[in-house]
């Protein structure tokens, strides 16, 4: 089983931009404009259920979950943004 967890901030702070760099998803509940704040018991509770229904869709479908493409760990994507800066530096820049 894969193991995943929930990277929640609190009212009017938001994620750092490094926290957000260790996350592999992202989500947006859409709100009103006039009103696009959500607290966060309300965000727990939006996701907790559409997660309870896609899986008890996909327990009455009989679909199987896709098997996924493991993510690269943290340390794994620093030393891949590492090598990439450094080729660009040596490769664009410095020609």
């Known amino acids: 089983m894969r193991q ?11 994620l750092t931009n490094d926290e957000l760099q260790k996350c592999h998803y992202h989500v947006a509940i859409p ?8 607290n966060l018991a309300m965000a727990v509770q939006i996701l ?5 229904v ?3 869709d996909r327990q009455q479908t009989g679909g199987t979950p896709q098997e996924e493409t ?17 080729w660009i530096w040596l490769n664009i820049i410095l020609e």
């Open 4 to 14: 995943w967890r929930w990277c929640l901030a609190v009212n009017g702070w938001g």
């Open 31 to 38: 709100a009103n404009p006039d009103y696009s704040s959500l």
């Open 48 to 52: 907790a259920y559409e997660l309870r």
């Open 54 to 56: 896609a899986y008890l």
């Open 70 to 86: 493991p993510y690269p760990l943290v340390d794994d994507l620093e030393r891949f943004y590492q090598h990439l800066e450094h």
